[in-house]
């Protein structure tokens, strides 16, 4: 019996979020809107995301001993997250800078802050939370050593989730546990490589030739390509007026692992995921947009 379905090993941010008409040119200053600061972070966005859709989650991350760390917990604890795992101290809080514009789209900087100061040695010490739950995911904001001592210490039967954001090279022990791999096109091409023009498949299967287990290629609003190494499968979004798509990746993982956890078939929880990133980009935020099992299920 697992005490949780679903344990995020991640990044925690406070996002510093500006709105603007357009985003500046190199030496070029825009005015934006007023600054509004939102608990964000790809480790605990997707822990929000998960317990908001019902999941027993936990996160394992580390904040600063700061406001912004403080305000990371209570965002947690208000979506249900089991902070257990959650450290404080050794540097301040990482933040994200982030500018949007008209359409929704987003240019984000992060500042690691904590989040570099998660170590293989935290992991081993967080054993317990390990081995209680069903599905582990993670996320490229925090050190790479971390996300790889993640999967020599995972449990037999305890499934590997992977958004390797931001891109960079993957060693073939971590490729080899992910069941899936989780990539924006950006992504796939950052890490398998190949022409710019090439199509999802082409890329998804590049990526299954490095080792994953399965792949999941996200297309925006065209859903996203679900790869195995028998089949490929395209699965639709949901059409929606975009505000902001900060997060919705975030949420589209989250709802993904949990669902896997359940024992769905992974097209099946794809396509659950993509309405779950559909109805989060109709808010602003990133932890304030996401929705519940309810508001996915009225899409």
Known sequence: MYDYDLLVVGSANADLVVRVERRP??????????LVVHPGGKGANQAVAAARLGARTALLARVGDDGHGELLLRSQR??????????????????????VDPSGDNSIVVSPGANARLTPEDVRAASGLLGSSR????????????????????????R?????????????????ACDPLIVNEHEARVIAGGEPDGSPEDRAAALL????????????????????????????????????????GDAFTAALAWRLGTGSPLPEAAAFAARVGAAAVTRPGAQESYPTAAEVGAL
């Not at 904001?141 to 999967?151: A, D, K, S, Y």
């Open 25 to 34: 040119a190199a030496g070029e200053t825009v005015l934006g809107s007023d």
């Open 78 to 99: 208000a979506a249900g997250v089991d902070t257990a795992g959650v450290l404080a101290g050794g540097a301040p809080t990482g933040v994200a800078l982030i500018t």
């Open 135 to 158: 599905v582990v995911s993670a996320q490229l904001e925090i050190p790479l050593e971390t996300v790889v001592e993640v999967v020599r210490n995972l449990p037999s039967g305890t």
């Open 160 to 176: 590997f989730v992977l958004n390797p954001s931001p891109p960079r090279p993957l060693p073939a022990e971590l490729l080899a």
């Open 209 to 248: 030739a490095l080792g994953p287990r399965s792949v999941v290629v996200t297309l925006g609003a065209q859903g996203a390509l679900v790869a195995t190494g028998e089949t490929m499968t395209r699965v639709p979004s949901v059409k929606v007026d975009a505000v902001d798509t900060t997060g919705a």
